[in-house]
């Protein structure tokens, strides 16, 4: 079955450690990706995306993650993380084999950080 | 900024009741989903809608029913509640699709327990 996968489920690290989760897909053709965050108490929001192009993308808070298509991987990674960024992060991807209609996401990893 | 409102963040209901999830978004977009969010099952999409009185099934329809009588209103309706519907309910809603590019944008959530 096409399904995306996030092998980390829960992280714990140190403030100003690197950071990187791992996000697979198994959709072939054409595929969207996206990284969204849940910080405690909030609404799931955009980290980024990625439709083509440069496969490094850059997003908001220091966030970036690498589209690698032979791995069918799109990573997200943070050189140093802070205290703030404690949150659920969740893999999402759409394809076009599925006419870009639903957007499947991945079970998600909880971050902790710890001052 | 987009808001999408959902009508409760906390909501009880006894097994075999009738329960009415309301979601509000203002921002005129024509798409609109509903989710359920289950720790370690990530995000799994139940309905969603490209337009008023449009509906499409997600991955997970059943004893679920949905209604989009207004462009910025989409409700999510159990029509006999049981025990295994206990989760947090998520609405969003993206713009027009342009191949599935599209940002979606959620609400806080409601988060519904059926004894």
């Known amino acids: 079955a096409q399904s995306v996968s996030q092998h980390n489920h829960h992280v714990i690290l140190s403030e100003a450690a690197s950071l990187e989760l791992g996000c697979n897909y198994s959709?072939?053709?054409?595929?969207?990706l996206f990284w969204y965050v849940q910080y405690p108490g909030q609404h799931l929001q955009l980290l980024l995306k990625?439709?083509?192009?440069?496969?490094l993308v850059k997003g908001i808070k220091g966030f970036e993650a690498e589209f690698i298509k032979s791995k069918f991987s799109f990573n997200l990674r943070k050189p140093s993380v802070q205290w703030s960024d404690t949150a659920e992060y969740f893999c999402?991807?759409?394809?076009?084999?599925?006419?870009?209609?639903?957007?499947?996401f991945g079970t998600g990893t909880r971050l902790l950080v710890s001052p | 900024d987009v808001k999408v409102t959902q009508s409760s963040r906390y909501l009880v209901k006894r097994t075999g009741e009738k329960v009415f999830l309301e979601c509000v978004q203002d921002?005129?977009?024509?798409?609109m989903f509903w989710y359920r969010q289950d720790p370690g099952l990530g995000l799994r999409l139940i309905y969603f809608?490209?337009?008023?009185?449009?509906?499409e099934k997600g991955d997970i329809p059943e004893g679920y029913s949905v209604s989009r009588e207004k462009k910025e209103r989409f409700s999510l309706i159990l029509e006999s509640a049981s025990t295994n519907q206990t989760s947090m309910y998520l609405c969003?809603?993206?713009?027009?699709?342009?191949?599935?590019?599209?940002?979606?944008?959620f609400g806080p959530g409601t988060r519904l327990t059926v004894l």
């Open positions: 999402a991807v759409n394809a076009m084999n599925t006419g870009f209609q639903k957007l499947v």
């Open positions: 990625y439709f083509s192009g440069d496969p």
């Open positions: 959709y072939g053709g054409t595929v969207n």
């Open positions: 809608s490209y337009d008023v009185k449009m509906k």
């Open positions: 921002m005129d977009h024509e798409n």
């Open positions: 969003a809603s993206s713009p027009q699709p342009g191949q599935g590019k599209d940002t979606q944008y």
